[in-house]
């Protein structure tokens, strides 16, 4: 089955810093890979995906890169704001399932 | 219409009693979900309904009975549940499912308590 590893948090950034979370993903072929978003009290939203290999996702200045060699779709933001504070999750659908990653649970100060 | 909408978004329930959550999406979406979210862990799939039969069910106790009475709604039923059933239950639709699932779209949940 499908299964991702993806980066312990909780992370806390100031306002304008670069965000890396790594997430690494272990499935069969070649699955379409996901990041979602929970803001406080809320369900989870798309953020951006990817299908194939070397797609990059984009959306709200995150962007994340299919890397097939190294089965990694980390998420990046140049400057992060306090409203990006949220919990986000690393997600490949392979073997007709969405599998979620554990969650990094961000925050950012101003 | 891009919503799918969640109903009650709060449920306090004794172990004896009979309660129902409820989804409706009009996105024309095929496949729904129902996720089940304890605080600070990702979301665990329970039971999916693609053109209103149901696909997988991922071993859920007999407690919780899904039911798909439309393409458009979605409702779990719960009955004699433990304390330990409180977590937040997130709908989702899509337009279809499987491999072919691609984007899901979710609701904002129902908050569950069990007493």
């Known amino acids: 089955g499908n299964s991702v590893t993806q980066m312990e948090g909780p992370v806390t950034l100031s306002e304008e810093a670069f965000l890396t979370i790594n997430c690494t993903y272990t499935?069969?072929?070649?699955?379409?890979l996901f990041w979602y978003v929970q803001y406080p009290g809320e369900g989870l939203q798309l953020l951006l995906k990817?299908?194939?290999?070397?797609d990059k996702g984009s959306n709200k200045g995150f962007e994340a890169t299919y890397r097939k060699e190294t089965t990694s779709f980390h998420l990046e933001k140049g400057s992060v704001q306090v409203s990006d504070s949220a919990v986000y999750f690393c997600a490949p659908l392979g073997n007709e399932k969405l599998t979620f990653g554990t969650g990094t649970r961000l925050t950012i100060i101003p | 219409d891009t919503e799918v909408t969640q109903t009650p978004k709060h449920l306090v329930m004794g172990m004896t009693n009979k309660k129902s959550l409820k989804c409706e999406q009009h996105m024309g979406h095929r496949a729904m979900y129902w996720y089940k979210q304890k605080a600070k862990k990702p979301p665990e799939l329970m039971f999916v309904y693609s053109y209103e039969k149901l696909s997988i069910n991922e071993s859920v106790p007999s407690r919780f009975s899904p039911e798909c009475p439309n393409s458009s709604l979605l409702n779990l039923h719960l009955h004699a549940l433990q304390p330990e059933d409180s977590a937040l239950y997130l709908c989702?639709?899509?337009?279809?499912?499987?491999?072919?699932?691609?984007?899901?779209?979710f609701g904002a949940g129902s908050r569950l308590t069990v007493l």
């Open positions: 499935a069969t072929g070649y699955p379409s």
């Open positions: 990817a299908t194939k290999a070397d």
């Open positions: 989702a639709s899509s337009q279809d499912w499987g491999e072919r699932a691609n984007v899901l779209t």
